[in-house]
Nanobody
Framework: QVQLVESGGGLVQAGDSLRLSCAASTRTVNTNFMGWFRQSPGQEREFVAAISWNSGNTYYADSVKGRLTISRDNAKNTLYLQIDNLKPEDTAIYYC?????????????????WGRGTQVTVSS
């Protein structure tokens, strides 16, 4: 069983930067592809970014391109999400998730494993 644990969230001010981490307990063929999603209060969970462990190819939601950077450290089995120039609308619980491939990468229903999330709150 794969466990994903997010960290790095907190209360920050608009314009700050933050790096979220997601540590995976192990890697299997079902975790070749990983993504970040977020859920704001009263909203549905939405896709943010994703990355292939093997190729390093990255994918972003149009709404966050240019401010968010997804990366991974293969040796540490850790996924990262760098968020720059934070805005109040970035306030959300951020979840990492894992799946086998990049097919339908922005569809949360295709991901096998999920972390519990880390809260990011941005004050104006």
């Amino acid at each position: 069983q794969v466990q994903l644990v997010e960290s790095g969230g907190g209360l920050v001010q608009a314009g700050d930067s933050l790096r979220l981490s997601c540590a995976a307990s192990t890697r299997t063929v079902n975790t070749n592809f990983m993504g970040w999603f977020r859920q704001s209060p009263g909203q549905e969970r939405e896709f943010v970014a994703a990355i292939s462990w093997n190729s390093g190819n990255t994918y972003y939601a149009d709404s966050v391109k240019g401010r968010l950077t997804i990366s991974r450290d293969n040796a540490k089995n850790t996924l990262y999400l760098q968020i720059d120039n934070l805005k109040p609308e970035d306030t959300a619980i951020y979840y990492c998730a894992a799946k086998r491939s990049d097919t339908y990468y922005n569809n949360q229903d295709t991901y096998y494993y999920w972390g519990r999330g880390t809260q990011v709150t941005v004050s104006s």
